[in-house]
């Protein structure tokens, strides 16, 4: 194989990795979320746990979502898995929809260790940033099987308030 052409292949498959990390930094970067363990997680301690990786102080993980817009209305669905609905706080501020709540860590009944933690508890706050202005007194939110989902009407520009929605 010739050095120019090895330098083209190196150079070529350098510049991909570069854009598929650009493209995954842009796409996860509002996903990703910090969970801060409080009174109510009940984690396990470092003791109970053989996984070097686990720090129970520090917990990320990716709330993932998708956002669809029509002419009157705009739909947000948000991955928080593992919770129930009482345990989210959802409220529209200004420009954005805030999702704030706590997981908990559930522990088993039987004697033994924890041999790998890559879940992540504790309280979190996800911001997602509405594109257009809502009617946030008309919201509606739902949740099944792990997946939030929040109906904003879409209004014309003006003054911004705070709302909360009740899950229903």
Same mark, same amino acid.
């Given at each position: 194989? &010739?050095?120019?052409?090895? &330098?083209?292949?190196?150079?070529?498959?350098?510049?991909?990795?570069?854009?598929?990390?650009?493209?995954?930094?842009?796409?996860?970067?509002?996903?990703?979320?910090?969970?801060?363990?409080?009174?109510?997680?009940?984690?396990?301690?470092?003791?109970?746990?053989?996984?070097?990786?686990?720090?129970?102080?520090? !917990?990320?993980?990716?709330?993932? !979502?998708?956002?669809?817009?029509?002419?009157?209305?705009?739909?947000?669905?948000?991955?928080?898995?593992?919770?129930? %609905?009482?345990?989210?706080?959802?409220?529209?501020?200004?420009? /954005?929809?805030?999702?704030?709540?706590?997981?908990?860590?559930?522990?088993?009944?039987?004697?033994?260790?924890?041999?790998?933690?890559?879940?992540?508890?504790? /309280?979190?706050?996800?911001?997602?940033?509405?594109?257009?202005?809502? %009617?946030?007194?008309?919201?509606?939110?739902?949740? &099944?099987?792990?997946?939030?989902?929040?109906?904003?009407?879409?209004?014309?520009?003006?003054?911004? %308030?705070?709302?909360?929605?009740?899950?229903?």
């Amino acid at each position: 194989m &010739k050095l120019d052409t090895l &330098k083209e292949n190196l150079g070529s498959f350098w510049d991909n990795m570069a854009e598929g990390w650009r493209h995954l930094r842009q796409s996860a970067a509002e996903a990703l979320t910090r969970f801060n363990p409080g009174e109510k997680t009940n984690m396990p301690a470092r003791a109970e746990v053989d996984d070097d990786a686990y720090l129970p102080t520090m !917990g990320w993980s990716m709330l993932g !979502g998708d956002m669809f817009e029509d002419d009157k209305r705009l739909v947000i669905r948000l991955e928080v898995p593992g919770m129930e %609905k009482e345990d989210l706080d959802i409220q529209i501020h200004d420009d /954005s929809l805030l999702v704030t709540g706590e997981k908990r860590f559930e522990r088993e009944s039987s004697e033994g260790r924890w041999r790998v933690m890559q879940r992540a508890y504790g /309280s979190f706050r996800r911001a997602v940033p509405l594109r257009v202005p809502v %009617k946030a007194d008309q919201a509606r939110a739902s949740y &099944k099987n792990g997946v939030l989902r929040v109906e904003l009407p879409k209004r014309e520009a003006g003054t911004p %308030k705070v709302v909360s929605i009740n899950v229903g």
